[in-house]
């Protein structure tokens, strides 16, 4: 019963490949965000989708194509994986017209390229 | 200047201490405020948020707001080894549809 699954937990690559990390939510929120998170813990957006409509697009490489076919999916389409794409990268969800209740986090996806 | 901004720590205190940690924040048309905790290897849980000036407490957390000075606090009493963990200050700046994040400050909890 996770509200918010993330998938796979733990992705290892080689540079140049092309990966996917999939999110889907089961609270019934309207929205979704993509977050980056780097080695010092710093967490900052990439995308963010609200009714499967493209709201925040934050400067991020072309080579990261964000996908969602309902509002309770958003995927993430890497292309051209690079050493610095190493991350942990967090799906989440909120219901934007209740911001009391913040976000939910996915539990994550440690994506490491080598 | 960063949107938002913790003090790195590491912060240690005893246990049963009070732990202080604090955030500021650029904008000051921002309306809402959380604190997030995040345990090693783990997704961040929101545990306090907070709208208006003042204090607000729930069990033994504080947060406490002051927007004319821009910043947001927040206090855990009688401090637990449970309570290790990193914690993100995360402000809904005016006009954004996302929360950004500090940089979190790590607190250890000394037995």
């Known amino acids: 019963d996770t509200a918010v699954s993330q998938t796979p937990k733990y992705l290892v690559t080689q540079m140049g490949n092309d990966k996917s990390i999939k999110c889907e939510q089961n609270l019934g929120h309207d929205t979704m965000y993509w977050y980056k998170q780097d080695s010092k813990k710093f967490l900052k957006i990439m995308f963010s989708?609200?009714?499967?409509?493209?709201?925040i697009n934050e400067t991020v490489p072309n080579r990261f194509s964000p996908k969602s076919p309902d509002k309770a999916h958003l995927n993430l389409h890497i292309n051209s994986l690079e050493l610095g794409d190493s991350a942990v990268y967090f799906c989440?969800?909120?219901?934007?017209?209740?911001?009391?209740?913040?976000?939910?986090f996915g539990s994550g996806t440690r994506l490491t390229v080598v | 200047q960063k949107e938002v901004e913790q003090n790195s720590g590491p912060l240690s205190v005893p246990e049963g201490a009070i732990a202080s940690l604090n955030c500021t924040y650029s904008d000051r048309g921002s309306q809402s405020f959380f604190w997030y905790r995040q345990y090693s290897g783990k997704s961040p849980e929101l545990i306090m948020f907070?709208?208006?000036?003042g204090d607000k407490e729930d069990g033994r957390f504080t947060a406490q707001l002051n927007k004319a000075s821009q910043y947001v606090s927040l206090l855990i009493r009688d401090s637990q080894p449970s309570d290790s963990a990193t914690y993100l200050c995360a402000v809904n700046l005016s006009g954004a549809n996302n929360l950004f994040f500090g940089t979190g400050t790590r607190l250890t909890v000394i037995p």
């Open positions: 989708y609200n009714n499967k409509e493209l709201i």
């Open positions: 907070i709208y208006s000036n």
């Open positions: 989440a969800s909120s219901q934007a017209a209740r911001w009391a209740n913040g976000y939910t």
